[in-house]
Structure formats: structure tokens, C-alpha cells
């Protein structure tokens, strides 16, 4: 027979166990899935991550490691894209992309190898399908030693996670952006703009506050709280893109149904317009032992003088273009002992082609 202490320690057991909360049937709870939670919005800085997961102690964070490109056949239901070879989108935009096949790409890009430029235009959203677009034009690019590249963007934004991942791309692989007139670049779409080696703005570039798309907060408390790790992935991502972290603290305080326009003025301050500082600093090195100390000196000048001169507010950004190359005479580019390295090279490609043709263009 069992002391009288081992059976009270099994009904005291027994006891407890009856009283523990058992887990509710999932089916029965009516919990929305993460496609119930998709609302439409026609802009706006969106973040996916699942919020269940942002209350834990680990805090997920956005990655741009992917092992290798993935070719799967896809769409581009977010937007729509052309592959241009010339630089002067007067011209036209090119050749449209239906999908983000490798066939098709490769084709609408092989004409480009001649000039080594290409300029992609993207109008939509900023969403998956435009980081695999950025992924696949950026390796067929290195595959066919095209290394002048310009994204030309119209986007009112989208989801934040797709923009650092799209922009940490864009960072490693050089590319130029721009804004043109008309164009716009609001909400995520300024992450990516953050990414480009050389920033060349004439649209409009605005700012608003992050949304959690499958939010299950019911207090500002619990909702700063599943915003933190967002946010702190933004202000981790600005920095490291030589842009400052301001920008992400600014992002948190205009409401999401407004939209605060950055003058030009304040992108200069917070480093969103001109040469990105971080791919400068990463550079210089590089360039002074190729191209040495007096190329250096020269090229920082230029570029103060065409931030002055050629970045009006209200210009097109054509125009700005024709300044810049018009202002390198000045400075005596392109080198000829570094022509690939000197400023505003990416015409140079274009202008090439086209003298080799027979044409000619106006450089003012």
C-alpha cells in the first residue's frame, strides 16, 4: 500500500492537470490566414512578416541572402517593365517584358551588350515580382558584361521587406536611379531609391508611416510593438546605404493616409539625391590606386559642381543629363586613362553606339 504524501501528491496532480487550459481546435477558432489578411491599398510602406512572430524574444529580420537566383517561371503581376539599350527615354522605353522568363530576358537584353548600357523602366508596385526582376536583369547583365545599369522607376511603394531585399541588390550589383518627371517614388519605393550607387531625381520622392497588413493589434502599445523590428530593420538598412537613419524615425510620424513630399533640400540633407556616400567611400580607395589621387580630387569636384548647377529643383531630368555632360568638359572627362570610371559613364556607352552607327546627338 502507497504512504498516505504519495497518493495526496497524485490527486494534487491529477488536480492540476484538470484545471490547465486545453488548446481551442484551430478550425473553430475562425483565425484569418495570411491570404484573408491581404487588403488592397493603392500605396503605402506594407510589411508581411507574420505578427505572431514579432512578440517573440528572437525578433525576425529581413535578409537579402538568397543562395542562388531562381528562374521558375513568373509574372509580373505587380507592375510592368522595359528593357532599354539607350539612356535618352525619348527615344521610347524599349522592349516590354510580358513575363520574367529567362528566354525572354535574355533576348530583350542581348542587343545591350554592343553599348554595355542598359536603363530598365519599371512602373508598379514594389513586391516580390520586382525583386526577382532586379535579381534576373542583374545576373543576365554580369552574364553578358553589360555593367552600365539604370533603373528607371515610377512607384507609389509596397511592401518594406521586398524593398531591402530588391535594394541590397541593387547596392552589390551598381546601378544608377532615377526619378524622372511625372515619375513618382513614394513610401517603400524610397528604400530602394536608397540602394542606387548615383540618385538622379526630377519626380517626386514622399515619405509616409509603415503598415502592418496583418496586424492584430488592439492598442498604440502592442502595435509599436509589432512595428519595432521593421523599423529597426529600415533604420539598419538606410545606414548601411549611407542614407540617414532620420529618414526611417520620419517615416513613423506622418499618418499612412497622408503623404509628406521631401524637398530637395532635405533628400540632399538626408543623402537620398546624387552619389550615395557609402558606395563613394567604397570606391575611393579602389579608384585612387587605379586611376590615382588627382582623378579622385577631380571627380568629387565635378560632382559638387553638378549637384549645384545641373540638380534644379523642376528639371528634367534629361535636361540634368545634358548639364552633366556638358559640365565634365569642364573637368576634363571622360579620362582617357579611366574612362569607364568617370562620372556619368553610363552615356558614354550609349553615345559610343550611336557615333559607331553613323548618327549623332547634341550633347546640350
Known sequence: MSPPWRIAAICLAL????????PADVAATGTRTHADAQVETSSGAVSDADAAAVVEPELPRVTSERAETDWQPMGLDSGKAWISCDHDYAEGEGVALSALGYSEMHAALLPCREGGLLRLRYEGKISAGFTALIERVAELADTLGIHKRILDIDSTGGQIEEAIRAGDKIGESGWTLWVREGAVCHSSCVLVLAAGDMRMIAGKVGIHRMIRISSKATSRAELQQELQAVHADVREYLQRNG????IADLMMTVPNRSL?????????????????????????IE???????????????????????????GEDLGVMGDCGLELRQRFGFPDPECPAQ????E??????????AGGERPTS
Open 342 to 345: 568617370s562620372p556619368l559613364s
Open 287 to 313: 579608384l585612387t590606386r587605379k586611376c590615382g589621387a588627382a582623378f579622385v580630387q577631380r571627380k568629387d569636384a565635378f560632382f559638387r559642381a553638378f549637384d549645384r548647377e545641373c540638380q534644379k529643383p
Open 347 to 356: 552615356f558614354d556607352s550609349a553615345l559610343l553606339m550611336l557615333r559607331g
Open 243 to 246: 542614407v540617414a537613419f532620420a
Open 260 to 284: 509628406r513630399l521631401l524637398t530637395p533640400e532635405e533628400m540632399d540633407l538626408y543623402g537620398l539625391d546624387g552619389q550615395n556616400a557609402a558606395e563613394d567611400d567604397l570606391q575611393r
Open 15 to 22: 488536480l492540476l492537470a484538470a484545471c490547465t487550459p486545453q
